[in-house]
């Protein structure tokens, strides 16, 4: 079935890779020959930049320059992530090496709050800031961020869908009230981790022992729409915690294009290790065209 209108629009863009990150872990040269591989294919136009840390873009600029050729075409989008705990300064000299690095482009940076972060809006690109989960914590950096995007700033929240040192994995509830509290503040949104699959599910455990709940992206899709059209937070969490396949694709197939573009404008992105995961199983669930996600040629 060819992908709709309203679905290309939904997931165009959407899925930022993160290989290099837990549980992938993927080496800097694999990361970055597969995400060139996949922009030039179909695929392609589902992903968002490739994630970087600050070391990896060190290691990458240190590959170029023993062998140029690894860039196959100029511009590859890049997002330098400062995980928590990493200092301003390093970041900012992960941004500067990727902006002065011929064939990179930088365009988006993701860091944890830390004391003058703001800095780093001079540069005049996207700033995803990852909230805490505390709800008051998260309501008074949603309320900083709300007023840094009145004066012009590109600043988004960022919040952590897997598990963490921080805790477990959010319940629906958590996701929820995010949900509603980023609405409430009219800032935008992107997640990171753990979504890996299309619907919400038990599955196993990244760490390898036991299982654990995982949110689903359809689910986050259309929990992030009923917010934007005014539901509360346990209307929210339903939709998240629903784990019947059914009726989450017949949702989406309703969705026109007007609805596909209000939960893009909230829900800005999202970071996965294994990029073709959940756009598989939305092929799976006849939402995507399956030739759309054929994979190139290693």
């Known amino acids: 079935m060819p992908t709709s209108p309203a679905m290309d629009l939904l997931t165009r863009s959407l899925v930022d890779d993160a290989a290099i990150f837990p549980p992938g872990l993927a080496p800097v040269r694999q990361a970055v020959e597969d995400h060139q591989r996949w ?13 970087l840390s600050a070391p990896a873009v060190t290691e990458l600029r240190d590959l170029l320059i023993g062998d140029p050729s690894l860039l196959a075409s100029s511009d590859l989008p890049i997002g330098v992530v400062a995980r928590p705990g990493t200092p301003l300064d ?3 000299e992960a941004v500067d090496r990727v902006q002065e690095t011929a064939g990179l482009e930088l365009v988006t940076v993701e860091l944890a709050p830390t004391e003058s972060w703001e800095r780093l809006l001079e540069i005049g690109l996207p700033v995803a800031l990852e909230l805490p989960r505390d709800p008051e914590e998260a309501a008074t950096q949603l309320s900083e961020l709300a007023g840094h995007r009145a004066r012009g700033a590109e600043v988004v929240a960022k919040w952590r869908t897997q598990s963490s040192p921080a805790g477990p994995i959010p319940t629906p509830d ?6 509603t509290a980023c609405w409430a503040a009219r800032v935008p949104f992107k997640l990171t981790g753990g979504l890996h699959h299309a619907i919400a599910r038990t599955a196993p455990a990244q760490s390898g022992e036991g ?7 359809l689910n986050v899709a259309l929990a992030t729409l009923a917010t934007v059209r005014g539901a509360g937070p346990e209307e929210v969490a339903a939709v998240l915690d629903e784990r019947d396949g059914a009726p989450l694709a017949s949702s989406a197939r309703q969705l026109d294009e007007d609805a596909a573009a209000a939960i893009r404008v909230q829900w800005m992105s999202f970071g996965c ?8 199983e939305l092929a799976g669930l006849g939402l995507l065209d399956p030739a759309d996600l054929t994979r190139p040629p290693a």
């Open 39 to 51: 922009r030039s294919v179909p695929l392609g136009r589902r992903l968002g930049p490739l994630l």
């Open 174 to 179: 958590e996701l929820a009230g995010f949900l």
């Open 90 to 92: 390093t970041l900012r």
């Open 211 to 217: 299982t654990e709940e995982m949110h689903g992206a």
């Open 273 to 280: 290790c294994g990029v073709t995961d959940p756009l598989d």
